[in-house]
């Protein structure tokens, strides 16, 4: 039985796939002629193929017609399962949403102390120049004179 199997299929690549060529030994316009029947066999192997599966579409489109005209007239409908959401969950969502619209962008904002970022001035050195300033470089040498 096995043995019947393996000689079918080989009968049928043998039909399907056609003689063993040997190539070397073949002329250009010899190659040139295998590759155009080759080529031809492929397009008319492609336009079945496209022909077959248009006619599944087809069939399987008519089936689903016919199968929900069935259901009509019997009045049996097939209810598509429901997916269960909590009402609660989305009710606090949406609040949340709501109020972080009204709100705006201040919410995010952090929040600075004002004397985080002041600069200390010592008050009692108001009469005194600075260091780098030529009056108090004047008034060092006028010092230094007397």
Not at 75 to 86: A, S
Not at 97 to 119: H, I, M, P, W, Y
Request: with cysteine; charged share 40%.
């Amino acid at each position: 039985q096995q043995e019947a199997k393996a000689a079918e299929r080989r009968r049928v690549i043998l039909e399907r796939t056609g003689t063993k060529k040997n190539f070397d030994a073949m002329s250009e316009s010899e190659l040139v002629s295998v590759c155009k029947q080759l080529h031809d066999r492929l397009k008319s192997l492609e336009n079945e193929k496209w022909d077959l599966e248009y006619a599944v579409k087809r069939k399987d489109l008519e089936i689903h017609e016919l199968s929900s005209q069935v259901s009509d007239t019997r009045g049996k409908f097939v209810k598509p399962p429901l997916k269960r959401v909590p009402k609660y969950e989305q009710k606090i969502e949406r609040m949340l949403l709501n109020a972080r619209k009204e709100v705006g962008f201040t919410v995010t904002l952090k929040s600075v102390k004002r004397d985080q970022f002041k600069v200390d001035e010592p008050k009692d050195n108001k009469d005194q120049a600075p260091e780098w300033s030529w009056k108090k470089s004047s008034a060092v040498k006028e010092g230094g004179e007397e």
